[in-house]
């Protein structure tokens, strides 16, 4: 999962940094619609005779591939916190309260490889879309991990403390993520958007890094198949700020600890 994330990054990368990487763009107009690529403003192709090239700064605008006028960034980077931690499913258990995180390392990063957007230039208000990819990460106590014993999510201690030094423990659940968010102003100048997203778990698993390099793994948790929420940005000359709220369940009902997560962050 991480070359794969480290690969996706690579081509977002590539695709918003190199002119000449060919990127379509569907533009309507007040008096129809364009298809062209948009680093070679020369080469213009219509899909029938009968639609024409609109320019005009009043028009609306749908594009796809590097949208112009998308307040979601292509990069983003947040930090994670837990709200409303319950343990309902481990009543008559041993186990206690153990699903604590370290609120500052514990992280989401966001690549969006690619974005949908319509804008209004008259109005100034937009549509905006993306699919990308997200890892969220939670950070435990360097003692601990989690394991799964009779289909559910329970602690456990890291063996072997004694004769090797743990450098970090955490959880971490992998996704595909699809947002959506409705603009209001300019978003390369100054814009605040608002809207959803649904986030299609791929992979979660846990992960112990001991010093020296060598790293343990579980993978395969119970967690819920869509984690879906709301989120609120502000954009400043490409720059944003963002706060998400996800109400759905990390864990599969029963399986482990109620757990819902707020997110602040930033993006580029």
Known sequence: ??????????????????????????RIGVNGIEFDDSFNPGQTVSA????????KENSTALRIGRAGK??????????????????????G???GE????????????????FGFSAYSHKAKVGLSMAIGIRANNYRFDSTMTLAKHGGMVVPQPIADLSTRSVKKSKFNIASA??????????????????????DLVMNSHTKIKFQGGSKDKVHNFPVNFVQAGAVARFTFYGV?????????QLFKTGRGPEAQQWTIGIGF
Request: with cysteine.
């Open 177 to 198: 993520h699809i947002p959506i968010e409705l603009v209001f102003g300019n978003p390369r100048r100054f814009a605040f958007s608002m809207g959803g997203y649904a």
């Open 48 to 55: 029938q005779p009968i639609i024409s090239v609109d320019k």
């Open 93 to 95: 258990t041993p186990y």
């Open 98 to 113: 153990f699903f604590n995180i370290h609120n500052w390392k514990s992280t989401q990063f966001t690549v969006n490889l």
């Open 240 to 248: 944003s700020v963002f706060c998400s709220y996800q109400p759905t």
């Open 1 to 26: 999962m991480k070359r794969f994330i480290t690969l996706c990054a690579l081509v977002a990368a590539a695709i918003f940094a190199n002119p000449d990487t060919a990127q379509a763009q569907l």
């Open 70 to 91: 998308s307040s979601i960034p292509s990069y983003e980077l947040g930090w994670n916190m837990l709200s409303n931690v319950g343990y309902a499913p481990y009543e």
